[in-house]
């Protein structure tokens, strides 16, 4: 067990330098005050087609999200997998939130694509595999978009707390954390969900924290149970892939919930965290 210097992490920090508490950070996306509200960000883990995105969005307006997600840019384990539609999945992307009236985020895994993707997107991911690249995280400081940074897989809470610390320097204090499960000696699960890291950030940092218990799990049965985990131990806001046809999914087939799986799921979120305030 270490102690965490927070004086070191002087923006991201809970404390300000008088030794006082920061509020949580709120910021204003599509309809929700990120970091007050509950945000329900949910989506397919890639973009596949035009019709594939657009059924996505109007069905999860309807059941209750706050923002469409749905990578564009993957990246993949392997060469050989999916990469995404790349700009035209930005494009499909857009068009389905704006139709169906909801803000959307995506991911951004090059520097050299921060520019193109803050066109399109509301919200700027950044992934896992990229939590430690900081040319990135020097772009993404200087874009006028909100960041949701996901934890490495990896990575300790005070490396991850750097990262964001690099994006609020760069000058970005719409920033807000994602766990998404670490790797440990388990292989039943894809990852392990780090729960005690959601009630550790509560009280090290004043940036909001969002649970993912999709890539955490990697199976479609634990996502329900996980989520409502989640809740209680004091996330601000849940990312779960969802899809029109999980079987079918060129990405992560295992994990996207089905569509009547997720309204079932978000009407539990709603009491639960109703419930736990
Ligand atoms: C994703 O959300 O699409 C993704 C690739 O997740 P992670 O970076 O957490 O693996
Ligand atoms: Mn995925």
Not at 33 to 61: H, N
Not at 164 to 169: G, K, M, T, V
Not at 203 to 222: F, K, Q, Y
Request: proline content about 5%; overall charge negative.
């Amino acid at each position: 067990m270490t102690n965490i210097d927070l004086k070191k992490l002087p923006l991201v920090s809970r404390t300000d330098p008088e030794g006082n508490p920061r509020p949580t950070t709120t910021f204003r996306v599509g309809g929700v005050d990120v970091g007050k509200d509950f945000l329900m960000i949910a989506g397919p883990c890639s973009v596949e087609s035009r019709e594939q995105i657009t059924e996505i969005a109007f069905f999860l307006k309807e059941a209750g999200a706050d923002m469409l997600r749905g990578g564009a840019y993957k990246p993949r384990t392997s060469p050989y997998s999916f990469q995404g539609l790349g700009r035209v999945g930005l494009e499909y992307l857009r068009e389905a939130g704006d139709a169906a009236g909801l803000p959307i985020i995506t991911e951004v895994i090059d520097t050299r694509d921060v520019y193109l993707v803050c066109e399109y997107a509301d919200v700027l991911q950044i992934g896992a595999r990229n939590m430690q690249n900081f040319s990135l995280l020097q772009e993404v400081g200087k874009a006028r978009k909100p960041v949701l940074l996901k934890r490495g897989m990896n990575a300790t809470i005070e490396e991850w707390l750097n990262c964001a610390e690099y994006i609020l320097s760069g000058g970005n204090d719409r920033v807000m954390l994602c766990e998404r499960g670490i790797r440990t000696h388990e292989t039943y699960t894809r990852n392990t969900l780090d729960l005690s890291a959601v009630a550790a950030l509560k009280g090290l940092t004043h940036l909001p924290v969002i649970v993912d218990p999709s890539h955490a799990t990697g199976r479609r049965e634990l996502i329900a149970p996980m989520s409502l985990a989640a809740v209680v131990a004091g996330c601000d806001g849940l990312e779960i892939e969802v899809h029109n046809c999980p079987e079918k999914a060129l990405s992560d087939a295992g994990q996207q919930l089905h569509f009547g799986e997720f309204e079932q799921l978000a009407k539990k979120v709603k009491k639960i965290h109703e419930s736990a305030l």
